[in-house]
Structure formats: C-alpha cells, structure tokens
C-alpha cells in the first residue's frame, strides 16, 4: 500500500478525529548504573521525570525483576496507567507470569490497567506459532477476568505492523481483545526525508488489518513501540542523532497523535546496561528520550496541540 492509499484509509477507517491520541512510553524495569531490578522508589522516580509529558507506561513482562510487585504501588502513587505484558514462553516463565498475575492485580483497582498483552513481537522472532498465541491470550483472559474488578479488561497482544498484516496471524488477530502494532522506520532502513510516510504507512496498513478482520472500526488501538535513536550506528540510510529522533518526533510521533492514533515510544530511558545484539554498534542503549539520569528531554517534546 503506497502512502497516499495508507492515509486514504486512515481518514475512511477513523473518520473525523475529535481528540489527540493519548502518549505513552515503554518502561525497561532495570537500573542503568548497576543494571539491577528497579525498585518502587526507582519508578516513582521515572513517574516523576516522564510525567510532564505522559502518564501511561508499559513494561514487557509481569514477573520478571518482581515488575508487578515494585511497580504497582508507583502507578498508584502517581496515578498513572500501565500496560500489562506477560512473555508467553518458556513454560516455566510463562507460568511464573501467570501467577504474577494472580498474586498483584488484586492488589490495585483495575482503572490504572488499561491492557494485559501477551507477547511482545512473538510472532515476529517466530517464538511460537500463532495457534499457540491465540491459545495462551485465551488462558490469560480467562485467568484476568476471574480477578474481582477486571472482568472487563482488555487482553491481546503486541507484535510487529508487517506480520499483523500478512495474512498468517488473523487466529490471533481475532482471539485478542486488543492489538497493538511495532513500527520502526529506522530498523526499515529509511531516509529521514522517507521516515515519516513508511512510518505512517506501516501503522495504517497494520490498524486497516486489525479492523477488517475483528469486523469492526469500533476498536481501542495503539502504536506499541516506535521512536529513533540518538546514537550507535546506521542502519542502511537510517542515521542515529539526536536531531534525526526531534525530527522523527514532530513529524511521525505527534503527527499521528494528531489522527487519533495512541501512540506508546520505544523507549524512556537510555538503557546502558544492555549488550549488543543487533549488529548495528552501540545503537541499543541510545533509544531513550531521556537519558539514564532522569534530567531534561533530549530534544523538544512539544508537538504544539492547542
């Protein structure tokens, strides 16, 4: 689908736009200095230093680091809203996030949980096939909804635009409540002149996707993790800086909150506790629109909505 078809189906799909999409952030749970597990202290922390800008975040996995043990009493404390994600493999992590589950969401009401997702891009690292997706985001349901006060919150999954879009995944399309979609115009390769249509392009034909399969326009739907780095190496045409994500920002980032479009950045903070797995040097711990050290911004956040 070329741009101008993507933005077509945009304006058919979500019709006259009445509000700005929400921003939010995706959250890592380790320290940067130590690399050790955040403390609820330290994400009061990250609350205090995000919150000027954005009150919903989310993390990966709900056992890992005892995420939903030191977190939730941050998210109530700041009163922000957080995204759920449980790792569905292997067996014995995936048991260990249910039981996460079980033992922590009774313990905050269920309005600051806006999603349980299972999976974080599993179909796209090919962890398990979708039929087994599908079948774990039932188990997970089925295991929320039993919690008092969360018979209604929402339960799916997050993945990357391009395998929501290929045809093969419809079961888990279907099964989930909610379907968040990836896309990085710099893991594409992309100019910067080009950044913002692949950008925009991808998100549009991952949300058309979404809402002819479900049968529905009448969906919740966010970009789960978008964003450019401000340092490491290029990727084909795609330079890290700092100026490169400003400008990434203004013109993908608030450009589509400006559609509607809930739209979740990769990521708060720098991570420089993280190896290099990528190939490209240096690029992983350079995705932060902070630093490690909660100052100010690296760049303007201010997309100027009135």
């Not at 954005?54 to 056992?63: D, G, I, P, W």
């Not at 014995?92 to 969401?105: R, V």
């Not at 009448?218 to 964003?227: A, C, L, P, S």
């Not at 190496?233 to 700092?242: D, I, L, M, Q, T």
């Amino acid at each position: 689908m070329r741009f101008a078809s993507a933005i077509a189906a945009l304006t058919s799909v979500i019709g006259c736009v009445s509000a700005i999409g929400s921003l939010g952030f995706d959250l890592g749970v380790q320290r940067n200095y130590d690399a050790g597990c955040k403390t609820t202290s330290d994400y009061l922390s990250d609350f205090s230093t995000i919150g000027g800008e954005a009150s919903v975040v989310r993390v990966y996995a709900a056992s890992d680091c005892s995420t939903l043990a030191n977190i939730l009493p941050a998210i109530k404390q700041s009163n922000f809203k957080l995204f759920v994600g449980v790792w569905p493999t292997d067996d014995a992590h995936y048991a260990a996030e249910k039981a996460a589950l079980s033992a922590y969401l009774p313990t905050i009401d269920s309005s600051y949980i806006i999603a349980v997702t299972v999976g974080s891009e599993a179909l796209y690292r090919g962890d398990l096939p979708a039929s087994d997706l599908a079948s774990r985001i039932d188990e997970v349901r089925t295991l929320v909804h039993g919690i008092s006060g969360y018979e209604n919150t929402p339960v799916g999954t997050v993945d990357s635009w391009n395998v929501l879009v290929d045809g093969a995944n419809a079961e888990v399309i279907q099964t989930a409540d909610i379907v968040i979609a990836n896309a990085f115009s710099y893991w594409q390769g992309q100019t910067m002149a080009n950044s913002s249509y692949s950008f925009f392009d991808d998100i549009m034909q991952a949300l058309q996707v979404i809402q002819t399969t479900k049968g529905s326009t009448d969906i919740t739907f966010w970009v789960g993790e978008t964003g450019w780095p401000t340092g490491g190496g290029s990727y084909e045409n795609a330079v890290p800086s700092v100026d490169n994500a400003a400008q990434f920002w203004q013109e993908s980032v608030c450009g589509i909150r400006a559609w509607g479009i809930n739209t979740l950045v990769f990521e708060a903070f720098d991570e420089s506790w993280k190896p290099a797995t990528s190939g490209i040097q240096g690029v992983e711990t350079h995705w932060g629109v902070w630093t490690n050290d909660n100052t100010a911004p690296k760049f303007s956040l201010n997309c100027g909505f009135a």
